[in-house]
């Protein structure tokens, strides 16, 4: 006969005396039961924090972590109950997720603690002053430099990343451009330098008189007839040195370009 838990028989054997069960048998069904009954406590703790763009969805399942990792280590002997115990890990676990997760640019974890205390911090000076608070107020209030509070300020726009696409006001008449118009584009010049640079390496695989001829030739633009002149060598000579030098480098690019750079 199955001894499986069910939500009455949790109430009657007391949620301690299941968990210490949990913690001794690692038993899936008493797991199972337990975070069916805690369900709710987790729903109402993420609740608090779906102000932001995390999905309510993401932040249960990352409460459910904390509860299970407060199942296992709860100790009832502190002479605390479950749910006082279990609360501060679920929320902090959450608080870690939003923390770490959800920053779509990696800034130091001093900033990301300190930027909801310096809002917090905003609004209890507000409603002290019955006024925006200054930084310096925000700085003192805090026990931190007004250097700090404006870098955390500065950082936190860096919370959700922006899309190239999204439109950006040009002027005063409403004129819009997007990210990408401001974003430079690819430069040809950059593939013309490393052309240059692979045929530099490649033309070392010619004589020095192959590589006059090609110089002349193709840079310089001379004839054949005019490179033979300044070689003292006939036109047919210079064709059929050109012919093979510009053989060797098409065989020395295809062969192995990465060896060549």
């Known amino acids: 006969m199955s001894t499986r838990p069910q939500r009455q028989s949790l109430m009657d054997d007391g949620v301690s005396d299941l968990i210490r069960r949990y913690q001794e048998e690692s038993d899936e069904e008493i797991q199972e039961v337990l975070v069916d ?67 779509s640019v990696h800034v130091p974890r001093r900033i990301k603690e300190l930027g909801p205390r310096i809002k917090k911090a905003a609004e209890e000076l507000t409603i002290r002053y019955q006024r925006s608070p200054s930084v310096d107020e925000i700085a003192q209030y805090l026990d931190v430099t007004p250097e700090e509070v404006l870098e955390t300020m500065e950082m936190g726009r860096s919370y959700n990343a922006v899309s190239v696409d999204s439109p950006i006001e040009a002027n005063n008449e409403g004129s819009q451009v997007t990210l990408l118009d401001l974003v430079g584009s690819r430069d040809a010049g950059f593939e013309k330098v490393d052309q240059q640079l692979l045929l530099q390496k490649a033309f070392q695989v010619l004589t020095d008189r192959e590589q006059a001829i090609i110089r002349m030739t193709f840079f ?23 012919r093979r030098a510009l053989g060797k480098l098409r065989e020395a690019i295809r062969v192995a370009p990465s060896e060549i750079i």
């Open 220 to 242: 310089d633009n001379l004839s054949q007839k005019q490179v033979g002149d300044e070689l003292g060598i006939s036109q047919m000579h210079v064709s059929r040195l050109q």
């Open 37 to 103: 009954h805690f369900t709710p406590l987790v729903e109402t703790l993420a609740s608090k924090f779906t102000k932001g763009s995390e999905p309510f969805e993401d932040l249960v399942q990352v409460g459910m972590i904390g509860l299970l990792a407060a199942l296992k280590r709860y100790d009832p002997d502190f002479g605390k109950s479950f749910e006082s115990f279990a609360v501060p890990t679920i929320v902090g676990e959450i608080k870690r997720h939003i923390r770490d997760k959800t920053w």
